[in-house]
């Protein structure tokens, strides 16, 4: 079982200069995980998934503790989310992220999750994407494999 046969390969792109106002919305409106950030000739820049944008709506447990503002007035909080939402890709993504090769079992690619506190990672050939594999498609292959469902 290798990554090749159960990655998804329409993956949706963007550059670093997109806005991340543009991102958020292709990620509602394709229900997206993550979007994979790349260059003119198709190689990872960077990666952005719900967790990187979830930290930056709020603010840091200790500031939110640390500052009364923050519980007097609860819409303040509201200003992450205008702050965030007038950057661009480059400005939040995670930049050189994990990378695989397609032919790369299943086993590798969710041990390389685990260790590395994924859910996602580009899949490259010839240092281009071709599409990614996440902890689910690799969960669901397994278990698929493994059981018989009727």
Known sequence: ????????????TVTP????????LLMHKYKLQCIIIVSEDYK???IITHTDIFRRLLPLYNDFLQ????WLN?????????????????????????????NMSLIEAGSLMIAYKIKQ??????????????YDD???ALMLKKFKFS
């Open 74 to 102: 609860p819409e303040k909080i509201e200003g992450h989310t205008k702050g965030l939402m007038n950057k661009y890709a480059k400005d939040i993504m995670t930049k050189e992220p994990e990378r695989i090769k397609p």
């Open 138 to 140: 690799i969960t669901w």
């Open 44 to 46: 990872v820049d960077g």
């Open 17 to 24: 200069e997109t806005p991340v106002k543009e991102i958020v």
């Open 67 to 70: 500052n009364e503002s923050y």
């Open 1 to 12: 079982m290798i990554v090749r046969n159960y990655m998804t390969k329409s993956v949706i």
């Open 121 to 134: 990672l580009p899949v490259v050939e010839d240092g281009k994407l071709i599409g990614v594999i996440s």
